[in-house]
């Protein structure tokens, strides 16, 4: 019998309960749950260890009806009694990338719009009101699929932070354009899923104190995606104040992105593929399925594949389905960050040194079959920039067509970000630490190779020190041979969270990033450092250059 059919039986939890009072988050007895007094009620949630866990607290209103394609509505209604806090929320609606564990087809929509806006939160039990570090997580997955389901509670109680992981609106619910969207919302026209992570920020310094965090001490968090969404908001006024430090894992802020313009466009077609061009289109596309609403705007496919397409020159790939639309991202964030437009707060970052080894599995990517197929690919896709992309990558550095095809892919999408980032902020005086994550864990994602290197995701169960599942596919196992860098990447990352230091007792010394953009690797048994850059970052700069000159 669990707590909760205990307490049940004797006649209710009221009886044996943690106190009322906002930051009461200790249990009074041993066989009570945890409850907080927040904004919008009281919620209970569950001791687990050392540990008390709230799953699925909602932090709006749900964007359900008129409140598709509309910023959040905060905060969320309140209730009356208590809340059970047990379970995790709905996903966002989403296509499954893969068949994984859940035996579902590959675009198969899962999750509600009903709920989705939820967050979880894993607090040291013994925390006192607003004493605690606070790590703000954003998943990844394109901004197109993904969860808050992350095991939070290890990372709390290794290094004595409160975690708050958020869910947000993806794929086309979360960034359709129309000029109908745009006429009822100008200040707000697209990118709604990334105001959902804005809003949980802001719920954050509202609540977090009663869960013991520190609201005047949060670091912001993500990987892919939600790397991304970190730098954007780095470089959001809006965001000021709500976080005092940031870390970017593999986030690929140089991704072209959309204009709003274009998005209007895709979002226009939509509408008469779905049959709302006439009559009240808004009514019309705010009852559209999710999935055929993601379909017709063109990001069904799993990992938004033709992002990724081989033969697509790179300065026609579309990006992330994120916009730049003048209101909400005022400008590309690369380039704002370029200018120095972004808050001064501590930021650490990198990447896995084999990211889009995962990508030939998830996005439709091949490796040319011949040395001469490889240049002709590179040549295709970098269009003028070619032929110094295959003088920068030639295959006679590598083992083989594959190894070089992965690191150009991996330098570009990632690694070379990092570098025109830290390069941006150590040239303003700001303060940055680089890594680059290089292991496999024990039982890598099941779908890829049998020698996958650090692959895109790899890092994600040394964070959070469990296995991380992902629409029930794990995206690795770690074992006893992984647990010397679990732990000091647990506490590298926690004690930056803290003090804006990744250093401390016991962990092998991390200096800061310099204009010779010094950085550490990360290995199963060493940390060591390195310093310069590639000269194919180089060229990467370059090309990032011309895109932004492209309004890319």
């Keep these: 019998m669990d707590r909760r059919t205990y307490l049940g039986a004797l006649g209710g939890a009221s009886v044996f309960g943690a106190g009322s009072g906002i930051g009461s988050a200790n249990a009074t007895w041993w066989f009570s749950d945890p409850e907080v007094e927040i904004e919008s009620g009281t919620v209970e949630g569950d001791e687990e260890g050392d540990v008390n866990a709230f799953r699925g607290i909602p932090y709006a209103h749900q964007p359900v009806g008129e409140r598709r394609f509309r910023p959040p509505e905060t905060p ?37 719009e009903d709920g989705c806006l939820n967050l979880n939160v894993w607090a040291p039990a013994d925390a006192d009101p607003g004493e605690k570090p606070v790590m703000y997580w954003i998943h990844g997955g394109a901004y ?64 977090v104190a009663a869960f013991g965090g520190d609201p005047d001490n949060v670091t912001i968090f993500g990987e892919s995606a939600g790397g991304h969404a970190v730098l954007t908001l780095l470089t959001d006024p809006e965001a000021k ?14 991704d072209p992105l ?16 779905l049959d709302c061009a006439s009559g009240d289109t808004l009514a019309c596309l705010r009852d559209a399925k999710p999935a055929e609403l993601a379909e017709a705007y063109g990001v069904a496919g799993a990992l938004a594949s033709e ?31 370029e200018d120095g437009e972004f808050h001064d707060v501590p930021v650490l970052l990198g990447g896995n040194a084999e990211e889009y080894q995962f990508f030939l599995e998830f996005a439709d990517d091949t490796v040319p079959e011949s040395e001469a197929a490889y240049r002709d690919r590179l040549q295709r896709v970098y269009g003028d920039f070619g032929d110094r992309v295959v003088d920068a990558y030639p295959v006679s550095d590598y083992d083989s067509i594959e190894a070089a095809y992965i690191d150009v892919n991996t330098d570009d999408f990632f690694l070379c970000s990092d570098v025109a980032v830290t390069d941006a902020i150590t040239r303003q005086g700001g303060t940055a630490y680089r890594y680059l994550f290089d292991d496999t864990p024990t039982i890598p994602v099941t779908l890829l190779s049998d020698d996958p290197g650090a692959y895109h995701t790899a890092e994600l169960a040394y964070v959070f020190g469990e296995t991380v599942t992902q629409q029930g596919l794990p995206t690795g196992i770690i074992g006893p041979g992984d647990w010397v860098l679990r732990d000091r990447m647990q506490g590298y990352w926690t004690n930056f969270a803290a003090s804006g230091d990744p250093n401390g007792d016991g962990l092998p010394e991390w200096r800061e990033a310099t204009r010779n953009q010094r950085r550490v690797r990360l290995q199963e048994d060493s940390v060591t450092v390195e310093t310069g850059t590639s000269d194919g970052c180089a060229v990467m700069q370059d090309i990032y250059s011309y895109l932004r000159s492209t309004g890319r």
């Design 241 to 254: 104040g709500l976080f005092h430090r940031a870390i970017s894992q593999s986030g690929p802020i140089n």
């Design 307 to 337: 992002a990724t397409d081989g033969g697509t020159p790179r300065v026609e790939l579309p990006g992330l389905i994120f916009g730049v639309d003048g209101e909400v991202v005022r400008a590309h964030p690369a380039t704002l960050i």
């Design 76 to 112: 969320a209604p309140s209730w009356d009694g208590t809340r059970g806090a047990h379970d995790y929320g709905p996903r966002a609606p989403q296509p499954i990338l893969a068949t994984g564990f859940l035996g579902l087809d590959v675009g198969k929509f899962v999750g509600s």
């Design 144 to 207: 197109n699929f993904g969860s808050n389901r992350f095991p939070g509670g290890a990372l709390a109680e290794a290094g004595d932070v409160v975690v708050v992981a958020v869910n947000y609106r993806l794929n086309a619910l979360g960034f359709f354009a129309h000029p109908e969207v745009t006429a009822a919302s100008p200040s707000a026209p697209t990118n709604f899923g990334y105001l959902d992570i804005r809003a949980g920020l802001e719920w954050v310094q509202r609540n």
């Design 258 to 273: 959309y204009p709003l313009a274009e998005l209007e466009d895709r979002g226009t077609e939509a509408a008469r593929e």
